[in-house]
């Protein structure tokens, strides 16, 4: 059973830090490129930052560029989001995803991804 657990949401200030994490359960876990999406109320669900099965490729909106990084962790499965100098436009549920793909270096931007985690709420206060 796959099972992508995110955690490390919270209520921040306007130019403060958080760092999400999403553990996952898939196998093996560089088989999957890895994606943060987010949904903000009233809004479609968004693409913020992907990385390639082996970490070679990563890719994020243009909003977050600069400020967030995506990694990963082959020893604990986990993905990452470090987020800094946040806004209050990136309040938002955080989703974590995964895909399985033959492609060693594409990341995936399109919310097509094949698990999803629940979620995990950030909010910036201003």
């Known amino acids: 059973q796959v099972l992508l657990v995110e955690s490390g949401g919270g209520l921040v200030q306007a130019g403060g830090s958080l760092r999400l994490s999403c553990a996952a359960s898939?196998?093996?876990?560089?088989?999957?490129?890895m994606g943060w999406f987010r949904q903000a109320p009233g809004k479609e669900r968004e693409f913020v930052a992907g990385?390639?099965?082996?970490?070679?490729?990563?890719s994020y909106t243009d909003s977050v560029k600069g400020r967030f990084t995506i990694t990963r962790d082959y020893n604990n499965p986990t993905v990452y989001l470090q987020m800094n100098s946040l806004q209050p436009s990136d309040t938002a549920v955080y989703y974590c995803?995964?895909?399985?793909?033959?492609?060693?270096?594409?990341?995936?931007?399109?919310?097509?991804?094949?698990?999803w985690g629940q979620g995990t709420q950030v909010t910036v206060s201003s």
């Open positions: 995803a995964a895909e399985k793909t033959e492609s060693t270096r594409t990341v995936p931007t399109t919310a097509d991804y094949d698990y």
């Open positions: 898939v196998h093996p876990f560089s088989d999957y490129a």
């Open positions: 990385i390639s099965r082996y970490a070679s490729g990563t």
